[in-house]
């Protein structure tokens, strides 16, 4: 396609200046209190929460590349208040606690703004909120239900009729939209990355780059991290690896990886965006069951992904980064979406691995005797749960019963996938029939329905 004909096969976000120089690999023997293996949100939330919670505490952060590699350096940068992979999700799973988890979810967002100012990390963070839209009738009826629903349980959020919809973004596909105004901020994911490292290092967090642990074992009172050229004893270890994790032999039947993809245009001239409107700048998402997410940067690209969620038997290699199949999708989709921006052209093309579980939103727990916290499952909104699930893990660290751990949402699992071969034909008859459901006015086949009354499925 023309319009994607120079995109460059990177993470635009990664691609620009700016990157931390890498820290030294890990070379011999280290002790610490707090050992965290991964520098994504997950890791780099959980070392620095556990400075500000104590100051003299030792804490070191391990990670097999570069801090922000992976997802947190590739995403969409919606920063979300939902803890629970949104509204309706978190109900159907949780209903008791709902009120509480939107109440956490809430201060989440809240901390990580003013962690943001406090560290003056230079992200673009800008609380626009969230407008879903409707691009279909039966779309437009789940988003009235999901208002009267946010509505009574005191959930602020603006129902849109079509007018009103696109007075706000301007796509002949719209038919109504539902605005979340609070619960959502855009991020530039990679500066929110290389500001938490940075706000990191200023209170004492050391770091090693290039330092894949390969093993945990047992010392003492405490665990052994175990990598190629040393070694880390550690009192206790929060592991934050997201879909990469192999450490912990459970997490495998919890989280499979799902590759998710992504566009970013040039820069709209100020002709091109007024032709779209879209003066409030919100993050936007489509509320079919493959679903489009799509927003506005700092300098006014648009970054449109999602839709397609792919998952390979074979694992996650560098390979699968790239989608030609997947990119066409997403091109063709957005030049029905914006019609008026026929002659915008991609920059940039690339995908990235999430942590998809059966429930759509993290899980946590702890190992090696409860020397050991992990927290992961995040399934494509992680950006603002991740800082949520670091303080879990440090709460659970500690041993005590705390409101957090106290939570069914933390004390329950997810129900896990069945290994391979089984798992890829689960994954491919369910990717079929959610398709199979956006082509039929949101119909859904017996297989899907008896997913949903297990209380299972699969989302990006
Ligand atoms: C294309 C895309 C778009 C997305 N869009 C959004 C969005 O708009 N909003 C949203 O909320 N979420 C989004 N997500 C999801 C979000 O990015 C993740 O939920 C979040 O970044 C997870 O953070 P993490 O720290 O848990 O994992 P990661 O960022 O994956 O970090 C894990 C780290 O652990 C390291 N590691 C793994 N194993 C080891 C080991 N053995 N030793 C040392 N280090 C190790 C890895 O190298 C990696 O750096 C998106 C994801 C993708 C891929």
């Excluded at 079929?432 to 008896?450: C, M, P, Q, V, Y």
């Amino acid at each position: 396609m023309r319009s994607l004909a120079d995109a460059q096969a990177e993470p635009y976000w990664l691609g620009r200046p700016g990157a931390p120089a890498p820290a030294e690999p890990l070379d011999g023997v280290e002790t610490t209190d707090l050992a965290v293996i991964g520098a994504g949100y997950s890791g780099l939330w959980t070392a620095l929460l556990a400075k500000e919670r104590d100051p003299q505490r030792d804490v070191v952060v391990l990670e097999a590349g570069t801090a922000g590699w992976a997802a947190s350096g590739r995403n969409g940068g919606f920063c979300a208040a939902s803890l629970t992979h949104g509204f309706d999700n978190g109900l159907s799973r949780f209903p008791a606690e709902m009120d509480t988890l939107e109440k956490l979810g809430r201060a989440n967002l809240d901390e990580i703004e003013s962690a943001v100012s406090r560290y003056a990390i230079d992200c673009d963070f800008s609380r626009t909120g969230e407008l879903n839209v409707a691009t279909a009738e039966w779309q437009l009826k789940g988003l009235e239900a999901e208002h009267r629903e946010a509505v009574s349980r005191g959930v602020s959020a603006d129902l849109l009729d079509r007018a009103a919809v696109r007075a706000e973004v301007d796509s002949p596909t719209y038919l109504g939209g539902l605005w979340d105004r609070d619960g959502c901020a855009m991020v530039d994911p990679a500066r929110l990355v290389w500001g938490l490292r940075e706000a990191c290092l200023a209170l004492g967090v050391r770091f090693h780059d290039n330092t894949r642990v390969e093993r945990i074992t047992h010392a003492g009172a405490g665990l052994r991290l175990h990598t190629w050229r040393g070694r880390v004893d550690a009192a206790h270890v929060a592991l934050a690896t997201g879909a990469h994790g192999n450490l912990l032999r459970r997490l495998h039947h919890y989280v499979v990886p799902v590759y998710d993809y992504a566009l970013m245009t040039e820069p709209l001239s100020e002709a091109q965006l007024a032709s779209i409107g879209w003066r409030n700048r919100q993050g936007i998402g489509d509320a079919g069951n493959q679903f489009h997410y799509y927003r506005l940067t700092a300098d006014n690209r648009i970054l449109w992904g999602g839709y397609d969620a792919i998952y390979y038997k074979g694992g996650i290699t560098p390979e699968h980064d790239q989608r030609e199949a997947t990119f066409a999708t997403l091109a063709s989709h957005f030049a029905q979406t914006f019609p008026q921006l026929g002659d915008v052209r991609f920059t940039h093309k690339w995908g990235g691995v999430i942590d998809t579980c059966s429930r759509f939103s993290g899980f946590y727990g702890t190992g090696h005797g409860g020397r050991l916290a992990y927290a992961a499952g995040y399934t494509g909104l992680g950006v603002g749960a991740s800082r949520f699930g670091a303080n879990v893990m440090l709460d659970l660290l500690t041993g005590s019963r705390t409101e957090l751990t106290s939570l069914k949402m933390v004390r329950s699992k997810p129900m896990p996938f069945p290994p391979e071969p089984v798992r890829s034909g689960v994954i491919q008859l369910t990717r079929w029939s959610i398709a199979n459901a956006d082509r039929h006015e949101g119909r859904r086949n017996i297989w899907l329905k008896t997913l949903d009354r297990l209380g299972v499925g699969f989302d990006s």
